[in-house]
């Protein structure tokens, strides 16, 4: 499968379930507060799988040479969900600017771990030394954001 | 540094709070019934005259005024408002090239409705009982939201000539809705003009009884009663929005399968995020109006309540000209409470609500209306008779009669009608059943809106109910 359709499938492999159960739910609720906490919580749990979806995917980003071929990567992993998240915007459930904070943070912090790992990998450490500094980053980074997430005004509380 | 701000913010709320040349007065004394509205009162003046802007804020509302004031010549406006318990009436005015005037006023909370009575100059007002405030004329309200929490009034009538046109209006209103109004030291004459004006054929005006012993009205419907009466809705946004989600999930499905191309996949939820706002459009519903009017036989005035529910598709604030409707909504239920009132167009009243898709704010109006009966409901109880008194035809409508429902056919101008065995319908639904707890011995039922022009292009339905007997 070429690289742009690996990214994609990938995508949809985690917003497709979420848009059937976002979907599901608005189908089912009747008033404005169930259909606003269902698709703040339909954007949250999209948030949260795409931090560890960047996360993941950065084997897939290693073989990329060049940061722009990282870039359409990483917009591929994040673009599918953007229409339920302009809905759950229009909603009133989220506000568009945490929601267009997150996706350039999420953009960012695919190419700091790109850029990372591959700063990491011409080191002169042995093979074991790289692996287990690559895999602390991996789980370290998104971690980190996957705490503030929960902090931040207007999504994680609210 | 946080101590001189803290010191330049307390230097400005107390230029603020002193708020010099804002004289606030709130009606009935700043006493008030939760849930009802009622009536503040205020005058100011500008050195160089211009537009100003007033806000009064509560809880639950915000009435914003905008109007314009003559150099150095006193404005003095009554604007309506909904006080909380506890909770201050913040208001603020500002004036062109003037720094804001910022003013709060707590009103005392009362839980039965306030009876009023009327001092005459110069007399002194007797110890008040529980409930029961004496006022000068001058201080009788000037708009029909102002007797909002008032359970009767009593007036000497030799002070109904003082009242200024306003405050006659706002009178008026109060009449219409047939609340109880006691005469002191009156004539005929006056009682005959008085109950002219009354809604119920006058019998809330008492003359000779204390005020207590006059009934007051039966309730109109709710909003629950009401909800059920709307004109009827497709809901097309919320289908709308789940297609349009399961299509773009099987144009990404295909996308992925026969293009591998990064910009081609990348359009598709560009594209799509770009043209869910569009699909608002295609979802918009107008709002939706149910009105019930309720009057009784040769009344030229009807007592009504409306529900206007509004369903949202888009982010955007609706504006909905209040034209006509002289009281502001007795209880909503919507994200926000907004009325702007123009001054200088004629005190225009717009109600302004912040719409969202999937949301559906509601607000009932109620109050009375001046209207022409299109038909005459004469005869007794034992034999009514129907008249189209217009000069048009009249619409199918109802007849309740001993507990039964009867279906009027069209009418020509002028033509009698008189129910039979034949016209007893045995039609079972929302609007027979609220006919049925409504009319009393003998009603009838009218396919009527509102006369007025206020709610823009909202889709309405509307019944007046015209009882025969005095119940």
């Not at chain 2, 009788?140 to 009538?157: K, Q, V």
């Not at chain 2, 191309?261 to 109006?289: D, E, F, K, M, Q």
């Not at chain 2, 702007?340 to 999937?358: A, C, V």
Request: glycine share 8%; charged share 10%; with cysteine.
């Amino acid at each position: 499968m070429k690289a742009p359709a690996a990214a994609l499938l990938t995508a949809l492999c985690y917003f497709l379930p979420l848009l059937l159960w976002c979907l599901t739910l608005l189908w089912s609720t009747e008033g404005m507060t169930e259909v606003s906490a269902t698709l703040r919580l339909g954007v949250q749990w999209i948030l949260v799988v795409q931090i560890f979806g960047t996360a993941l995917f950065i084997p897939q980003f290693l073989a990329r040479h060049r940061a722009r071929r990282v870039l359409t990567d990483l917009l591929l992993l994040l673009a599918p969900p953007w229409p339920l998240m302009v809905l759950a915007w229009q909603a009133g459930a989220v506000d568009l600017a945490i929601l267009v904070y997150w996706q350039l943070a999420l953009l960012g912090m695919g190419w700091l771990l790109w850029g990372l790992c591959r700063l990491l990998l011409r080191l002169p450490l042995s093979s074991v030394a790289s692996e287990t500094l690559l895999s602390s980053l991996r789980l370290a980074i998104p971690a980190v954001i996957l705490a503030n997430l929960q902090a931040w005004p207007g999504l994680g509380a609210a | 540094m946080t101590g001189g701000l803290a010191l330049g913010l307390l230097w400005l709320s107390g230029i603020a709070s002193a708020a010099p040349g804002l004289t606030v007065t709130p009606a009935w004394d700043g006493n008030f019934v939760p849930g009802r509205s009622s009536e503040i009162r205020l005058q100011f003046s500008s050195p160089a005259g211009g537009a100003f802007q007033l806000n009064l804020t509560t809880p639950g509302w915000v009435i914003r005024y905008s109007g314009v004031v003559e150099a150095n010549i006193g404005t003095d406006l009554s604007l309506p408002i909904y006080p909380a318990p506890g909770q201050p009436v913040q208001i603020q005015l500002q004036r062109a090239g003037q720094p804001p005037l910022r003013q709060t006023l707590v009103f005392n909370h009362r839980a039965e409705p306030l009876q009023a009575w009327v001092v005459p100059p110069g007399s002194s007002p007797p110890s008040a009982a529980r409930g029961q405030v004496p006022v000068s004329v001058g201080m009788l309200p000037r708009t029909s939201e102002g007797y909002g929490g008032i359970a009767s009034l009593s007036i000497p009538s030799s002070q109904l000539s003082q009242l200024d046109s306003r405050q006659l209006d706002a009178l008026d209103d109060y009449l219409s809705g047939c609340k109880p109004l006691h005469l002191i030291d009156t004539t005929q004459e006056v009682v005959d003009i008085i109950k002219s004006h009354a809604g119920c054929g006058g019998r809330h005006i008492e003359i000779s009884g204390p005020v207590a012993s006059v009934g007051q009205p039966k309730p109109l419907p709710g909003a629950s009663i009401l909800d059920r009466l709307l004109p009827a809705t497709d809901q097309s946004y919320p289908r709308l929005a789940i297609l349009y989600f399961v299509g773009y999930a099987v144009i990404l499905l295909f996308g992925l399968l026969l293009s591998g191309r990064a910009l081609v996949l990348l359009s598709i939820p560009v594209a799509a995020s770009l043209a869910l706002p569009a699909l608002a459009y295609l979802g918009a519903t107008p709002p939706r109006l149910v009105t019930w009017m309720e009057t009784e036989a040769g009344d030229s005035s009807a007592r009504y309540t409306a529900l206007l529910s509004v369903d949202g598709a888009r982010r955007e604030q609706l504006s909905l000209p209040l034209d006509g409707i002289r009281n502001l909504p007795t209880s909503s239920a919507s994200s926000s409470n907004v009325v702007s009132i123009d001054g200088t167009r004629d005190q225009t009243r717009q109600l302004l609500i912040e719409t969202q898709p999937f949301s559906t704010a509601w607000y009932l109006f109620s109050g009375t209306v001046r209207l022409t009966q299109p038909l005459a409901l004469t005869g007794s109880v034992h034999l009514p008779q129907i008249t189209n008194s217009t000069n048009t035809f009249t619409p199918s409508c109802l007849l309740s009669w001993s507990g039964e429902i009867h279906q009027i056919p069209p009418l020509r101008p002028g033509e009698h009608w008189t129910p039979t065995e034949q016209s007893r319908s045995a039609r079972h639904d929302p609007l027979t059943g609220l006919l049925g707890s409504r009319s009393g011995e003998l009603a009838l039922l009218i396919p009527y809106n509102l006369p007025v022009e206020a709610f823009g292009n909202a889709s309405r339905e509307g019944w007046l109910l015209i009882r025969a007997d005095r119940s």
